[in-house]
């Protein structure tokens, strides 16, 4: 039992350095108008402003903003469709 503990509280250390780098990365390569874009998606997609972005409502998201562009048949972009080729080859 106590290997599990020690397991969940080195995964949640792990997470938590991953958090911070990547924090770190996007400041020192954003610029200002960038990082207020990204914070104000966030925002949008964060239905409940908890500070976390919850599977539910990155679908309602992903329902509201993203989909519709693939009702509408535009589906991918010719670069997506040579990415997509490339990886079903690998």
């Given at each position: 039992?106590?290997?599990?503990?020690?397991?969940?509280i080195d995964?949640?250390?792990?997470?938590?350095?991953?958090?911070?780098?990547?924090?770190?990365?996007?400041?020192?390569?954003?610029?200002?108008?960038?990082?207020?874009?990204?914070?104000?998606?966030?925002?949008?997609?964060?239905?409940?402003?908890?500070?976390?972005?919850?599977?539910?409502?990155?679908?309602?998201?992903?329902?509201?903003?993203?989909?519709?562009?693939?009702?509408?048949?535009?589906?991918?972009?010719?670069?997506?469709?040579?990415?997509?080729?490339?990886?079903?080859?690998?």
């Amino acid at each position: 039992m106590n290997d599990a503990i020690t397991n969940m509280i080195d995964c949640t250390i792990e997470n938590k350095i991953q958090e911070a780098i990547l924090s770190m990365i996007c400041h020192r390569t954003l610029n200002r108008e960038d990082l207020e874009n990204l914070e104000y998606a966030f925002l949008c997609i964060d239905l409940d402003c908890n500070g976390v972005v919850t599977f539910d409502e990155f679908q309602k998201a992903y329902d509201q903003f993203y989909k519709p562009q693939f009702a509408k048949d535009e589906g991918f972009s010719d670069e997506d469709k040579q990415y997509s080729t490339h990886f079903k080859s690998v």
